[in-house]
């Protein structure tokens, strides 16, 4: 979205006498922004080139699917937390439940295995050995 529209939609709400501007994101903070009666027209302007740009944001949206995979995405990270407090709150009767909860850390944790600081490569070391001691001898 931000690659194909450039930012979120917002305007740009420039202050008299050389004092800069600020980027309102919100009819809210262009009223707070333009408060007097004397930028009515100012502040109108403002608020219309909002809501037009807030269409073209939705239209993109629609068309891309960005915040439909945003809901979907938080509706399977809810389901994965829940799985983990599931988990954590099983207690474990084998080696390879041991070996479930700790594979469950290093993927919430460090989901890509790119932390290289003790302790992540040796749980994953450990994780690996649990594994292989699980699985029974493996034939050579």
């Known amino acids: ?10 305007v740009k709400i420039i202050f008299s006498e050389g004092d800069g ?4 994101y919100t ?6 922004l333009l408060p007097n009666p004397d930028q009515a027209e100012t502040r109108l302007a403002a608020r219309v080139e909002l ?4 269409a073209h944001w ?14 979907a995405e938080a509706e399977i990270a809810e ?11 099983t207690s474990s009767r084998s080696v390879a439940g ?12 460090d989901p890509c295995s790119g932390l290289e600081e003790a302790p992540w490569p040796e749980l994953r070391t ?8 699980c699985g029974g001898p493996h034939p050579g």
Not at 59 to 65: C, E, F, L, T
């Open 126 to 133: 450990i994780l690996s050995e649990l594994v292989r001691i």
């Open 79 to 89: 389901v994965e937390s829940a799985l983990a407090k599931e988990l954590w709150s």
């Open 98 to 109: 041991i070996a479930a909860k700790l594979h469950c850390v290093l993927e919430t944790e």
């Open 27 to 32: 009819t809210e903070e262009i009223d707070r």
């Open 21 to 24: 501007f600020m980027w309102a």
């Open 51 to 54: 809501a037009v740009r807030r």
């Open 58 to 71: 939705n239209a993109v949206d629609a068309r891309i699917g960005y915040s439909s995979a945003k809901k």
């Open 1 to 10: 979205m931000l690659r194909q529209l450039g930012s979120f939609p917002r």
